[in-house]
């Protein structure tokens, strides 16, 4: 098995959410938008990340918070130190994030804006995704990856060469609306339907964000035998899941697998990387 370390393209805008916004925001920059807005929780990086890249390349950016509460933490007080502003929406209205009432009220607040979805999941990010795999300099059969929104694993697909399967781990309870969501973004973003991928719904260990004493004690001894300690909300799910299957016989012998590091944790600047472990 090889890690690919994506988390290492960039301190903030990391992994797969900078491969989500690379060809995002060229869209949005010849729609002629100023702002970007999207959604996310009170410690999304995802938010973190488009706050930053707002910065960068020179778009104002809003992020519309889940929860009545205004917490304060360290992502949500870096988002607003690149010019981000804040705005919270009740958990009711939240999940109604798309709808047309919801939206209309959100342009009359903020004027006309470039929305960007939660997570980041376009089909701008089923091409950026797709570039991972091309970047993968040794031979393999799988590509694995963490699934929250579904973007990276429908990206990587789309990238796969014949032969070659990817499978994702979701990190949700209960989310098999994801199968279809993939899909989905499949149809829209190549105009067909395709048969080289899985998600895998048994690792989610309780849901989004939370976290067992299995893989609690996965995660550490992870990063005491290879030097790096997976995040246990999305990559030490898809390591732990990966690492079951291979125990309990499911991926065939002399498999060649490459899980994908998504960058859930912001990490050093540097260039993207393989590592064999």
Same mark, same amino acid.
């Given at each position: 098995?090889?890690?690919?370390?994506?988390?290492?393209?960039?301190?903030? #805008?990391?992994?797969?959410?900078?491969?989500?916004?690379?060809?995002?925001?060229?869209?949005?920059? !010849?729609?002629?938008?100023?702002?970007?807005?999207?959604?996310?929780?009170?410690?999304?990086?995802?938010?973190?990340?488009?706050?930053?890249?707002?910065?960068?390349?020179?778009?104002?950016?809003?992020?519309?918070?889940?929860?009545?509460?205004?917490?304060?933490?360290?992502?949500?007080?870096?988002?607003?130190?690149?010019?981000?502003?804040?705005?919270?929406?009740?958990?009711?209205?939240?999940? !109604?994030?798309?709808?047309?009432?919801?939206?209309?009220?959100?342009? !009359?607040?903020? *004027?006309?804006?470039?929305?960007?979805?939660?997570?980041?999941?376009?089909?701008?990010?089923?091409?950026?995704?797709?570039?991972?795999?091309?970047?993968?300099?040794?031979?393999?059969?799988?590509?694995?990856?963490?699934?929250?929104?579904?973007?990276?694993?429908?990206?990587?697909?789309?990238?796969?060469?014949?032969?070659?399967?990817?499978?994702?781990?979701?990190?949700?309870?209960?989310?098999?609306?994801?199968?279809?969501?993939?899909?989905?973004?499949?149809?829209?973003?190549?105009?067909?339907?395709?048969?080289?991928?899985?998600?895998?719904?048994?690792?989610?260990?309780?849901?989004?964000?939370?976290?067992?004493?299995?893989?609690?004690?996965?995660?550490?001894?992870?990063?005491?035998?290879? *030097?790096?300690?997976?995040?246990?909300?999305?990559?030490?799910?898809?390591?732990?899941?990966?690492? !079951?299957?291979?125990?309990?016989?499911?991926?065939?012998?002399?498999?060649?697998? #490459?899980?994908?590091?998504? *960058?859930?944790?912001?990490?050093?600047?540097?260039?993207?990387?393989?590592?064999?472990?």
């Amino acid at each position: 098995m090889w890690l690919k370390r994506d988390d290492l393209i960039d301190a903030v #805008v990391t992994g797969n959410k900078w491969r989500k916004l690379r060809y995002l925001l060229p869209d949005a920059q !010849r729609a002629g938008a100023a702002t970007l807005l999207t959604f996310g929780g009170a410690y999304s990086n995802h938010v973190r990340a488009v706050a930053a890249a707002g910065r960068r390349y020179g778009f104002a950016t809003v992020g519309v918070i889940r929860g009545e509460e205004r917490p304060t933490n360290p992502a949500l007080k870096a988002a607003a130190a690149d010019g981000m502003q804040l705005y919270y929406l009740d958990r009711a209205t939240y999940r !109604r994030k798309h709808a047309p009432d919801v939206l209309d009220a959100l342009r !009359r607040t903020f *004027g006309d804006f470039y929305l960007v979805p939660e997570g980041g999941t376009t089909v701008h990010a089923v091409r950026g995704c797709a570039e991972a795999i091309g970047e993968i300099d040794v031979p393999f059969d799988t590509v694995v990856c963490p699934v929250g929104t579904g973007g990276t694993l429908a990206g990587l697909a789309a990238g796969l060469g014949p032969g070659q399967d990817a499978i994702g781990f979701s990190v949700l309870r209960g989310a098999r609306s994801l199968d279809g969501d993939v899909d989905r973004l499949h149809r829209e973003a190549l105009g067909r339907s395709l048969g080289n991928w899985r998600i895998d719904h048994r690792f989610h260990c309780g849901g989004f964000a939370r976290s067992t004493p299995a893989l609690a004690e996965f995660c550490a001894d992870f990063g005491g035998r290879h *030097g790096f300690t997976p995040d246990r909300v999305y990559v030490g799910k898809m390591l732990y899941g990966l690492f !079951r299957m291979v125990a309990d016989g499911e991926l065939p012998a002399g498999r060649r697998v #490459v899980a994908l590091i998504t *960058g859930s944790e912001p990490g050093p600047t540097s260039a993207a990387s393989i590592v064999q472990t």
